[in-house]
């Protein structure tokens, strides 16, 4: 009995604690030389040219990228405006909107709380989220007023499912199907971020309600889930996404310009979404279906775990060398190792990208294949990656220890090849 009652009390102090102690201790990223880790000095300067060309050539109003290799920072430099109208020139700190960047930290916040046994990833979502309950596939459609009949789903959709995008749920405005697109305007579901007074779990409501594209776990669409699982993390944990992310990633990890919605004293750093007008000249972008002054005007009550966060590259590589440590930093573990792993594992097969596909996609994010490696230039097998709708990308190179952030803030631009680009410079710059 008494060696029950300690095994129980050391299970119940592990899940009280928000971040454990490691017995590694990885600093904080910080600047050295190429050399220091193996890279030429001369060869990563390539980069320059890259970036400041696209800037003369009108690809890009701006760029701000940095590179990080064995937990050391060997690039880190901004090119063009941040805002052309007001001929404000880009700064390596300024923050961008990350959009679907921002589905890796909230995938993360579920895995810590699936470490804590709150959960487990085969669970239905109905369970916590009951309007999920039942879930139907779309039977036919009617445009003419956007009338639908619906059919029972074979099963229910699970947290793994949305982790993995296999669930069946759309992406309204931005979803390839225009019937779903209709359906999720009409039922007035907030795509990517919104300026209005309206929380997540409102919004992940009403899309329960709607059909689904496909069985769960029959295909890989690209959807919602994350903000369903944003809404998800608040109903497991008791308390308001924002301050989920804030108590227990980005503090913990010194990301201190990540935010919803920037601070009155950091809104000067937002760099504008903009897109070039019929002279190829850049302007602001316009209102559409979500408002381009997000995140520093509205009622800043809408916590989008799929697409609402904004970030610097440097707090977004500090995030990402937390992977690549295995879950650790700065002497503070997130989540175990083989967490980790099991997050870069294949979880979709080849409903990601095909039988030949040279990616699969896990628990947060697309993964490198053997194939894909040895097409050359991108990164070596096991590098993790994804990208954020208005052109921001990065991605983590496990075996070769090597971060890459790279951000732009347009939209409807034509000839930017500087992600390709980017990755090709570093790993021509590796001199080991």
């Known amino acids: 009995m008494k060696n029950r009652l300690t095994v129980l009390f050391l299970l119940i102090s592990i899940a009280g604690f928000s ?12 600047e050295a030389t190429p050399e220091s880790v ?4 001369e060869r990563i300067a390539r980069m320059d ?14 760029v701000a990228a940095i590179v990080v290799k064995n937990g050391k920072i060997v690039y880190h430099k901004a090119f063009g405006m941040a805002d052309n109208q007001s001929n404000r020139a880009l700064k390596r700190d300024d923050i961008f909107r990350i959009a679907s960047m921002s589905k890796a930290i909230t995938s993360t916040a579920v895995m810590m709380l699936w470490e804590e046994g709150k959960f ?8 916590y989220i009951p309007e999920f309950k039942n879930p139907t596939l779309l039977k036919s459609f009617t445009f003419k007023d956007t009338s639908f009949t619906t059919e029972p789903a074979k099963k229910e959709i699970t947290i793994r499912h949305l982790l993995s995008h296999t669930s069946g749920l759309g992406y309204g405005a931005i979803d390839s199907d225009e019937r779903f697109k209709a359906m999720y305007k009409k039922a007035g579901v907030t795509d990517l971020f919104t300026t209005e007074s309206i929380k997540i779990g409102e919004s992940v409501k009403k899309l329960a309600k709607l059909p689904l594209h496909h069985n769960p776990g029959e295909k890989y669409t690209y959807c919602e889930g994350l903000d369903v699982l944003g809404y998800f993390v608040e109903v497991i944990s008791g308390m308001p996404f924002d301050e989920f992310l804030r108590k227990r990633i980005l503090d913990p990890l010194s990301m201190n310009d990540t935010y919803f919605y920037l ?7 937002l760099v504008s979404i903009q897109r070039p007008d019929k002279d190829g000249n850049w302007e602001k972008f316009p209102t559409t279906f979500y408002d381009p002054e997000y995140p520093i005007k509205g009622a800043k009550t809408f916590f989008s775990g799929g697409a609402g966060l904004s970030s610097t590259a440097k707090d977004y590589a500090t995030f990402l060398q937390m992977y690549l440590n295995g879950g650790e930093l700065g002497g503070k573990r997130f989540l175990s190792r083989t967490t980790i792993d099991a997050i870069l594992s294949n979880q979709t097969g080849i409903l990601f990208s095909g039988e030949n596909g040279d990616n699969f996609f896990g628990l947060a994010y697309s993964v490198l294949k053997a194939s894909g490696e040895d097409k050359g230039g991108i990164g070596s097998e096991g590098s993790f990656t994804w990208g954020g709708y208005f ?18 803030q347009t939209q409807q631009t034509k000839g930017d090849n500087l ?4 990755r090709q410079i570093i790993y021509q710059s590796i001199d080991d």
């Open 120 to 127: 487990l990833l085969d669970d239905p979502i109905s369970k």
């Open 419 to 422: 992600n390709n680009l980017f």
């Open 49 to 62: 040219n890259v970036f400041q060309n696209a800037v003369n050539n009108k690809e890009v109003p701006g």
């Open 263 to 269: 601070p009155d004293s950091k809104a000067s750093r």
């Open 19 to 30: 971040q454990t102690k490691s017995a590694k201790n990885s600093p904080p990223i910080i």
């Open 38 to 41: 193996g890279l030429s000095s």
């Open 391 to 408: 052109n921001t990308n990065y991605f983590g190179d496990p075996k070769e220890k090597i971060i890459g952030v790279i951000m732009k």
